[in-house]
């Protein structure tokens, strides 16, 4: 599973992607949403594992851009503040994650995608 991992927190964005990977997981990750977008046009990839509070393009545009060409893409937000009902409307295989989250909650949300992904 390809996996596009972004994060604008250099320490997280390195510790979280190596607890990304796994032996069927292969992640990119990128410090920004423009970075994020240029990779996601250039690539494949089977989910995008985002952060909301990005500087410049947030994590919310960046899955609103993706999910206008790609309405059935695989996407994890990931925040700190609450998400409220506004997550409902963005496609039916966005999911949210709650900062700081458990490394086994991302791994259920990865499973989820991986099995539909195989599907």
Not at 46 to 74: E, N
Not at 89 to 104: C, D, I, Y
Request: hydrophobic share 45%.
């Amino acid at each position: 599973m390809r996996i596009l991992y972004v994060e604008d927190n250099d320490d997280l964005r390195e510790n979280i992607g190596m607890l990304l990977e796994a032996d069927d997981r292969e992640v990119t990750s990128c410090a920004s949403g423009e970075a994020a977008l240029a990779a996601f046009e250039a690539g494949s990839f089977d989910v995008l594992v985002t952060d909301v509070s990005l500087p410049g393009l947030s994590g919310t545009d960046l899955a609103r851009k993706i999910l206008a060409k790609h309405p059935r893409q695989w996407i994890v937000m990931c925040s700190g503040y609450a998400f409220g009902q506004a997550l409902n409307t963005l496609g039916p295989n966005v999911r949210s994650l709650s900062k700081p989250f458990m490394l086994e909650d991302m791994d259920k949300l990865l499973a989820e995608v991986s099995a539909s992904v195989r599907g």
